[in-house]
């Protein structure tokens, strides 16, 4: 998976439990090559200020591993080494392997990319026509209209329950599709776990069957596995958690097209000869070249040429900048699962790659870092004379605005929320920007359409699309200390109409305004527990005028359906949202997961002994900590595969059994406390001041 939306979570946790870490100095950097030196130094930035506790690189140079490395640091803050061969979760880097998995079928003849999905997967459908459309290639490019990704149980600890990946089609048979197919390419986890199925399909073995027998034997991969394999697994990099001691169980992405293998910064760049052609009797040249191709051009996308988005077949970006200052051509895939994250560049042309994972962090950071590394080392051997140094930037100077500019003014949306725009005095106001990277600020009108902001670094502007909506287009410059700059150009919002609702209507919605909403039916074992504010809590917030909810469009008393239809990033991972009422209780369905009403959610029970059961239909037990049981110790008799989590009012998690092993938490005042496990087992509960 890779997510900005994803990157909010990742990043916030990975930056709450940054460790002091000794550096190694200068004079242990000056007898390596320079790449080498690059490599040392933003590992130990990554240790240092991004939350990583393990990184593991390696450059692969006309097929031979010309770099290779890693740092570590332990709870308490010592660096140790990391061998070549621990392995990570390479998350969203996965997809370059399904989908190679099916160009060898397209050069075996099996498959045609362009012919609809159906032909090789009868059994796909969706509650909109428009599905038979769909084609292979749609799938790879980002295209499909597909809502995004269905996350219940796909990251669970020491779990590989494959039921995500079990259920897709049953769940895509009840979603209508956000755009036309091939009207515009937006990131969906969805469309690879799709490719998963189509390479069972044709191929009649199981997909980890296909990975071992056209990928991993031939190609000697004897560290990259997915959940499903066998193999010792204490060789996986220790993932952590802030406010949990120790190492967590291990991570496992059970989406394996998605983003479920494991492997090792070596290994990664040895399947990329795969992908950048120099390995074509495992896949054809033809196939390595049309992974290259420039998707994302087919469809809606920003005027930006440069840019750290550009889909290909696969790829994230066919364009990464900054390589196109070089003269060269750089291909990049990044992958974040909920603990582990990775970045692939490679140079087709320069038969070159670099791969560079970590425990905690995020892919941005990882692509920012590799990217560095690899024009350090294309420096050091000659390929290009220097590295150019990032562009420097000034506070805007402000001119009037033009008063065509004004009607841009109004509601703008993004998956998720609203945002009243306005501009006043050619000033707009923004709060902050992909995930919290950009500070909230002042934009100013500083000519040709834009708005730049107080520091310099990002434009804002209103592009009018082909397809009849108005989007807010951000162009920044991102700065990350001690790394450096990544440029990305995307839309941010999409102008939204108004939409006046009834009296009755409207006044059930207003019941709803800024009540959360608990979901039920996540397994006790997940790792959104970690970070339940990100999907498994969900508050209900209406825009101003009462005709939107959570950024999508109201219809009736129960119906809010997707309006947002933003190309590039931020239109990814939409939603519908759907209330129904049972027994007297109001239940929320979203993205195939069930959530309960917080007035249905009791108070914990604050004498010295209780117990809780889980019901029939296995669903878990939120409760609210009240006056009589906060600042009390909770301890828990939990029964076999059962657990419990913790957190406060504002969703700090204060202890999760599962990940931590422990059977007694302190109740916060105002905490919500969630109990999981099989149908009918038994909590037993004591309650100590």
């Known amino acids: 998976m890779n997510t900005l939306k994803k990157l909010g979570v990742a990043t916030i946790a990975a930056l709450m439990f940054a460790l002091p870490v000794v550096g190694v100095g200068a004079a242990d950097h000056k007898d390596v090559g320079l790449a080498e030196r690059k490599a040392r130094e933003a590992a130990e930035v990554l240790v240092r200020d991004y939350g990583v506790n393990s990184v593991q690189y390696a450059i692969r140079d006309q097929g031979k591993v010309v770099l290779s490395g890693g740092l570590g640091v332990t709870e308490d803050g010592k660096q140790e080494a990391v061998s070549k061969d621990t392995m990570f979760g390479i998350g969203s880097v996965s997809k370059v392997y399904s989908t190679a998995a099916v160009l060898m079928l397209v050069d075996a003849g099996k498959v045609d990319l362009d012919r ?31 809502y995004g990704s269905h996350y219940k149980n796909s990251m669970l600890l020491a779990d590989n329950d494959s039921q995500n990946y079990d259920t897709l089609l049953e769940n895509l048979r009840n979603e209508r599709l ?49 959940p499903l394999d066998t193999f010792n697994r204490t060789s996986l990099s220790p993932v952590r958690f802030p406010g949990i001691a120790g190492d967590l169980p291990d991570e496992n992405a059970n989406i394996l097209g998605t983003g479920g293998i494991y492997s090792t910064a070596e290994e990664v760049t040895l399947f990329s000869e795969v992908l950048i052609g120099k390995r074509p009797e ?38 990464l900048s900054p390589f196109d200052q070089y003269g060269i051509k750089a291909v990049t ?12 560049v490679a140079l087709p042309e320069e038969g070159m790659s670099i791969a560079l994972l970590t425990s905690g962090g995020s892919s941005i950071f990882n692509t920012l870092s590799a990217s560095n590394i690899m024009l350090a080392y294309l420096q050091e051997t000659g390929r290009i004379a220097e590295v150019l140094p990032p562009p420097t930037f000034e506070a805007p100077v402000q001119v009037d605005v033009p008063s065509e500019l004004l009607e841009f003014s109004g509601l703008y949306g993004t998956v998720g929320s609203t945002l009243e725009v306005t501009i006043e005095d050619g000033v707009i106001a923004m709060p902050s920007l992909l995930s919290n990277m950009i500070p909230e600020q002042n934009y100013v009108y500083t000519g040709d359409g834009e708005f730049t902001s107080e520091d310099g670094y990002t434009l804002i ?38 939409n006046v609702l009834s009296p009755e209507v409207s006044k059930v919605w207003q019941q709803r305004e800024g009540k959360t909403y608990y979901a039920v039916d996540e397994k006790i074992n997940s ?6 504010s990100s999907i498994l809590w969900k508050p209900i917030v209406l825009d101003e005028e009462g005709g939107y909810a959570n950024g999508t469009q109201i219809k009736d008393a129960n119906h809010a359906v997707n309006i947002a239809e933003i190309p590039v990033m931020n239109g990814r991972d939409v939603f519908d949202l759907s209330f129904q009422q ?34 029939e239909s ?50 916060p005042e105002n905490g919500i406390v969630v109990f999981g496990g099989q149908a009918g087992d038994l909590f037993q509960i004591k309650l100590t001041n």
Request: glycine share 10%; charged share 20%; hydrophobic share 35%.
């Open 282 to 319: 495992l896949m054809s040249t033809e196939s390595a070249l049309a992974m290259q191709a420039k998707e994302y051009r087919k469809g809606i996308w920003v005027e930006d040429e440069t840019n750290t988005y550009g889909y290909g077949l696969g790829w994230d970006s066919v364009d």
């Open 116 to 146: 609809p999905l159906t032909d090789y997967i009868p059994d796909f459908q969706m509650a909109d026509e428009r599905y038979k459309q769909i084609t292979t290639r749609m799938l790879m490019n980002h295209s499909a209209g597909l």
């Open 333 to 344: 895939k990044g992958g974040d699962t909920i603990l582990y994250h990775a970045a692939l």
């Open 461 to 498: 502007s209103f592009d009018e699309q082909t397809n009849g909506h108005t989007y807010m287009r951000t162009r920044t410059n991102l700065e990350l200390p001690g790394l450096g700059q990544t440029l990305m150009a995307y839309y941010e919002y999409q102008k939204l109409g108004e």
């Open 618 to 667: 296995g669903y878990v037990r939120w409760f609210k900590v009240g006056s009589e049981a906060a600042g009390k110790t909770m301890s828990v008799q939990l029964p076999a595969g059962g657990g419990f989590a913790v957190y406060t009012a504002e969703g700090a998690l204060v202890e999760f059994s599962v990940a931590s092993g422990n059977s007694a938490a302190l109740l």
């Open 178 to 226: 956000k755009s036309d197919p091939g009207e515009y390419s937006v990131y969906a986890n969805d469309g690879f776990q799709l490719l998963q199925l189509l390479v069972e399909r044709v191929s009649g073995l199981s997909y980890n069957e296909y990975l071992d027998r056209y990928m991993s034997t031939p190609l000697g991969l004897t560290y990259t596995k997915t």
């Open 527 to 532: 790792l959104f527990y970690l970070v339940p």
């Open 582 to 615: 049972r027994d007297g209780v109001e239940y929320l369905m979203e993205d195939a997961r069930t959530y309960v009403s917080e007035a249905a959610v009791s108070t914990i029970y604050g004498g010295p002994s209780s117990r809780v059961t889980i019901p």
